[in-house]
Nanobody, 119 residues
Framework: QVQLVESGGGLVQPGGSLRLSCVAS????????MGWYRQAPGKQRELVAS???????NYEDSVKGRFTISRDNAKNTVYLQMNSLKPEDTAVYYC?????????????WGQGSQVTVSS
């Protein structure tokens, strides 16, 4: 079982920045693909950014050029740097850890961190 603990959310004005952090309890953190998802009220959860075990990244179109996902395997931590925030970025942000083998799929979620972008 892997526990994911998020931090760094809060209230920020449009155009501002926040950095989310997610610390994982996994003993082999580096083997997991990590992702950040978000869910706004009344909407489905969507993938915002992901990073593979090898460090390749992928972003949802609306955040490209504004958000950056990174990982520090020595600290068992994944980050989401969010710049030029917009009101439509308001959502609960969830950290995800994923790994698949030939026989088993592992999928873990954090508790969520509220991000509110408002003046």
């Amino acid at each position: 079982q892997v526990q994911l603990v998020e931090s760094g959310g809060g209230l920020v004005q449009p155009g501002g920045s926040l950095r989310l952090s997610c610390v994982a309890s996994a003993s082999r953190f580096s083997t997991y693909a990590m992702g950040w998802y978000r869910q706004a009220p009344g909407k489905q959860r969507e993938l915002v950014a992901s990073i593979t075990s090898g460090g390749s990244t992928n972003y949802e179109d609306s955040v490209k050029g504004r958000f950056t996902i990174s990982r520090d395997n020595a600290k068992n931590t994944v980050y989401l740097q969010m710049n030029s925030l917009k009101p439509e970025d308001t959502a609960v942000y969830y950290c995800n850890a994923h790994k698949a083998s030939a026989f088993t799929t592992y999928n873990y979620w954090g508790q969520g961190s509220q991000v509110t972008v408002s003046s």
